[in-house]
């Protein structure tokens, strides 16, 4: 079984920063590309952050310039820092790892994950 546990979230003030973490663990080959989403009430999952496979990173529309996300290899962990926070950055935010593992003994697959989420509100 693949867990992910997300932790970081919390309240903060608008123009402040906060950093959210998560781990993966379980059983598994390897991580292919993981990233952080968001969902505020009423709206759709959108991106925040995401480390490509290749090691480069994309940033969504949203948050550009005003993010840092990060990949620990070492310690299948995934790093979002973000500054400058508004308060439409208030949302849950979840963490999701394309995990690989054996399909058959001899081809592999992989299967995306998600973390429960951590809520993040920013507010006056």
Known sequence: QVRIVESGG???QPGGSLTLSCVVSGDFLNIGQMGWYRQAPGKQL???AAV???GGTIDGDAVKG???VSKNTTKNALLLHMKSL???DTAVYYC???VWHWRTSD???FTTHWGQGTQVTVSS
């Open 10 to 12: 919390g309240s903060v």
């Open 96 to 98: 999701s790892a394309n």
């Open 52 to 54: 490509l496979p290749e």
């Open 46 to 48: 959108e991106l925040v």
């Open 66 to 68: 005003r993010v840092t």
């Open 107 to 109: 081809s592999t697959t």
């Open 86 to 88: 508004k308060p439409e």
